[in-house]
């Protein structure tokens, strides 16, 4: 199998559903990277994060999307040339973290609940507590990780794509 065989493939596998799902939107919010075949799609309906200016962050459901600009929440217009981050969430960084602190909370209530069926003293010895809060910790740190924040201008940019069909 050569290169361009298995690059089609791995199109179809991978990049199908999501420009199935927008076609049904008829219009798709692009990020892509210049040069690769790397895009994210938001189609209408979608939840997005966004930045201007270094200091205004929007987020919301995209509305519509016209030939520049874009709709948040039927309120709010975005011009794409003023945007200059998009943050996209980790699904995985984000359940990693939840579990990892929901396993630390649990290994705390569990080992203080049995000592204390047990009369064991004292009920949270110092390694049980250091155990609980490093994961607890860990999971505080991770947490910090969430979103991705992609920069606009050479590397990454942000287009509509239309494809509706006119008579």
């Known amino acids: 199998m050569n290169k361009n065989t298995a690059v089609f493939i791995a199109i179809l596998l991978f990049a199908l559903p999501g420009i199935q799902q927008g076609l049904n939107a008829q219009k ?9 075949f ?3 799609l938001y189609p209408e309906g979608s939840v997005i994060m966004l930045s201007m200016d270094d200091t205004l962050m929007v987020h919301g459901r995209i509305s519509s999307l ?4 874009l709709q948040l929440n039927e309120k709010i217009m975005i011009d794409l040339s003023s945007v200059d981050h998009v ?4 699904d995985l960084v984000q359940f990693i973290s939840a579990g990892a602190m929901l396993a630390g909370l649990t290994y ?7 000592r204390t ?6 009920i949270l010895p110092g390694e049980d507590l250091l155990i609980s809060g490093a994961v607890i910790g860990s999971a ?5 990780f969430k979103f991705k924040k992609y920069k606009l201008g050479d590397k990454w940019q942000l287009k509509i794509l239309d494809f509706s069909i006119e008579n």
């Open 66 to 69: 016209k030939d520049s600009m």
């Open 140 to 144: 505080i740190l991770l947490y910090q």
């Open 117 to 122: 069926i047990n009369k064991e003293y004292p």
């Open 38 to 40: 790397k895009t994210h």
């Open 108 to 114: 705390f209530v569990l080992t203080g609940f049995n």
């Open 87 to 90: 943050y996209r969430e980790r």
């Open 28 to 36: 798709l919010l692009v990020l892509e990277k210049t040069g690769k």
